[in-house]
């Protein structure tokens, strides 16, 4: 059974930091790219950022600057540093995996919730 599961997130003032975690089990994805994706309501899915096996990551023109992905092997982990968050920020956050560039990933956690408020 794969699984991934997210924590972190909740309600932070506009310009505040979150990190969310995503724990995978069930399978390692140590030689695979993982990726975050957000969703708030009323609009269509959106990529934030992946990171590669090797570490080289991508953001979203929207995010980059403010937010850094990074991943821990040895945990299964991947995680999202979030800083200086804007009340647009506000989504339900989606981890997936394995994750190649244009495809769509196998798995997806449950989503957490991220409310910016103003």
């Known amino acids: 059974q794969v699984q991934l599961v997210e924590s972190g997130g909740g309600l932070v003032q506009a310009g505040g930091s979150l990190r969310l975690s995503c724990a995978a089990s069930g399978r390692t994805f140590s030689n695979y790219g993982m990726a975050w994706f957000r969703q708030a309501p009323g609009k269509e899915r959106e990529f934030v950022a992946r990171i590669s096996w090797s570490g080289g990551t991508i953001y979203a023109g929207s995010v980059k600057g403010r937010f850094t992905i990074s991943r821990d092997n040895t945990k299964n982990t991947v995680y999202l540093q979030m800083n200086s968050l804007r009340p647009e920020d506000t989504a339900v956050y989606y981890c997936?995996?394995?994750?190649?560039?244009?495809?769509?990933?196998?798995?997806w956690g449950q989503g957490t919730q991220v409310t910016v408020s103003s």
């Open positions: 997936a995996a394995p994750y190649f560039d244009g495809v769509p990933p196998d798995y």
